[in-house]
């Protein structure tokens, strides 16, 4: 059993900041790879930042240099910072993790719950 629990959503101003954070705990033999996806109001859920355990970072075009995905190892947790936020950027954000279950050999995609990103204009 995996849990992802997001926490740090909010409502900003634009032009301001947030910071998300992700904590995978469980049954964790390894994680390959944590992410965020965004989804607003009638549109699809969108990738928004992802990285891979020695990799490094991908974001979607629309959040490069203004967001920073990052991961600490040592507490399963990833982290996204949002600066420079935009009224676009509100949606609900979703942490996704790539994560391989001891007494598995496989890795399986596990989800959060998601948490609430507001930016008023």
């Known amino acids: 059993q995996v849990q992802l629990v997001e926490s740090g959503g909010g409502l900003v101003q634009a032009g301001g900041s947030l910071r998300l954070s992700c904590a995978a705990s469980g049954n964790i033999f390894s994680i390959k790879a944590m992410g965020w996806y965004r989804q607003a109001p009638e549109k699809q859920r969108e990738l928004v930042a992802a990285i891979r355990s020695g990799g490094s970072p991908n974001y979607a075009d629309s959040v490069k240099g203004r967001f920073t995905i990052s991961r600490d190892n040592a507490k399963n947790t990833a982290y996204l910072e949002m600066n420079s936020l935009k009224p676009e950027d509100t949606a609900v954000y979703y942490c996704?993790?790539?994560?391989?279950?001891?007494?598995?050999?496989?890795?399986?995609?596990?989800w959060g719950q998601g948490t609430q990103v507001t930016v008023s204009s």
């Open positions: 996704n993790a790539d994560i391989q279950t001891r007494g598995l050999t496989w890795s399986i995609g596990y």
